[in-house]
């Protein structure tokens, strides 16, 4: 199997980072590197990546030069990366033993440029909150741009077959990132498997829903170049499926 590159963006999260990182240890897939690329933070974090990555040097750091924000952050670690599969794990988020596993094995049957799980929600304190968020069977570009199901903490791609890789510096950079790969004519599938947790922060970046809107409204109209008229259509499905994924029940 190829080697994984999990791309990492980090910023002042020296209190979560290490238990991200020992869920990656914990996989039993074992060829990865983990990638992370901390955008200045101002507490420990880089000083504990660094540590860990002196007794596992699968684990590096990357210091980005200033702050930039997370798309230019995983854009640093994507273009060190080694492997063939790219795997997105933000800094705060968890992914259960069997993901990576899981889930090569499924993108390899499919043979899928991109691919998705399921996965369930946490608080600061680990404790799950929440339904299980499923995933549909597959998505198309035209699916995806009413859809909310890509999680980035699930995401990965398969590089030879998606073509090249780069993040827009914009807010939901990783959902720009999943409409360039399918746009091309590829075809997301998703694995209905609870394979990772997500946690919910407020001061996370997507963690307040009206601007997280503002910027799905931007790159259907600024970076997509949707017409209003569908712009309008595709927005109202998002806004849909978005209020249901956050229902906690």
Avoid at 67 to 82: K, S, T
């Amino acid at each position: 199997m190829p080697l994984v590159s999990i791309i990492t963006p980090s910023w002042n999260v020296e209190g979560l980072i290490e238990e991200t990182i020992r869920s990656v240890q914990s996989q039993t897939f074992a060829d990865w590197e983990l990638l992370i690329a901390d955008d200045c933070s101002t507490d420990r974090t880089p000083e504990i990546v660094a540590d860990i990555g002196e007794r596992d040097p699968r684990v590096k750091l990357i210091r980005m030069p200033k702050n930039g924000g997370p798309a230019l952050a995983r854009q640093a670690a994507i273009d060190r990366a080694q492997g063939r599969y790219l795997a997105f794990l933000d800094s705060d988020d968890l992914w259960l033993p069997g993901k990576l596993e899981r889930q090569l094995a499924f993108a390899r049957e499919k043979r899928a440029a991109l691919s998705y799980t399921a996965f369930r929600r946490i608080n600061e304190t680990n404790t799950v909150t929440g339904r299980l968020i499923s995933v549909p069977a597959s998505l198309t570009y035209g699916q995806l741009l009413k859809n909310t199901a890509i999680a980035t903490l699930t995401a990965v791609v398969d590089r030879e077959i998606a073509g090249p890789i780069v993040m827009k510096n914009e807010g939901y950079d990783d959902f720009c990132l999943w409409l360039s790969i399918l746009k091309r004519g590829h075809t997301a599938y998703g694995l209905d498997e609870d394979l990772a947790r997500y946690r919910v922060r407020g001061s996370s970046v997507s963690s307040r829903p009206v601007r997280s809107a503002k910027w799905v409204w931007q790159i259907y109209r600024n970076v997509e170049h949707l017409s209003l008229v569908r712009s309008s259509w595709c927005f109202a499905h998002w806004g849909a499926r978005a209020w249901l994924k956050r229902r906690e029940f």
